[in-house]
């Protein structure tokens, strides 16, 4: 019997990956934008599969969903952020669509993950 890993699950991965995506464009950023804008886009983003990894390493289903669910809260976050750079000319074009693509499929994700772990786990 093979037991679920952190690394087995899709929204984790897909954040995980955005995390260094966005990481990797806002350290390049002038002082300004990184202090302003770029702290809180890459905490919100980082938090994302954050709270997917405390979630899945909670033990009851109430306990876990709670954390997916204030990941999810943070890919809404996210999406005001990146809107926001988009505007003050922080992001291309193709950096902009590929984090908007990226954060419109998470709350599908995460929900999928919420719907299994309440429908496998008893407690």
Same mark, same amino acid.
């Given at each position: 019997?093979?037991?679920?890993?952190?690394?087995?699950?899709?929204?984790?991965?897909?954040?995980?990956?955005?995390?260094?995506?966005?990481?990797?464009?806002?350290?390049?950023?002038?002082?300004?934008?990184?202090?302003?804008?770029?702290?809180?886009?890459?905490?919100?983003?980082?938090?994302?599969?954050?709270?997917?990894?405390?979630?899945?390493?909670?033990?009851?289903?109430?306990?876990?969903?709670?954390?997916?669910?204030?990941?999810?809260?943070?890919?809404?976050?996210?999406?005001?952020?990146?809107?926001?750079?988009?505007?003050? +000319?922080? !992001?291309? #074009? *193709?950096?902009?669509?590929? /984090?908007?693509?990226?954060? +419109?499929? !998470?709350? #599908? *994700?995460?929900?999928?993950? /919420?719907?299994?772990?309440?429908?496998? !786990?008893?407690?």
């Amino acid at each position: 019997m093979k037991y679920l890993q952190l690394n087995d699950i899709d929204c984790y991965k897909r954040s995980l990956s955005l995390s260094n995506y966005v990481w990797d464009i806002v350290i390049k950023w002038e002082w300004f934008a990184q202090k302003t804008i770029g702290v809180q886009f890459i905490t919100v983003i980082d938090s994302i599969s954050s709270n997917i990894a405390e979630g899945f390493g909670r033990f009851g289903k109430k306990d876990k969903t709670k954390f997916y669910y204030y990941s999810f809260g943070s890919v809404k976050e996210g999406l005001d952020w990146n809107e926001k750079s988009k505007i003050r +000319k922080l !992001l291309s #074009k *193709e950096q902009y669509e590929h /984090i908007l693509e990226e954060l +419109k499929i !998470l709350p #599908k *994700e995460i929900h999928q993950l /919420i719907n299994f772990t309440n429908n496998k !786990l008893k407690q």
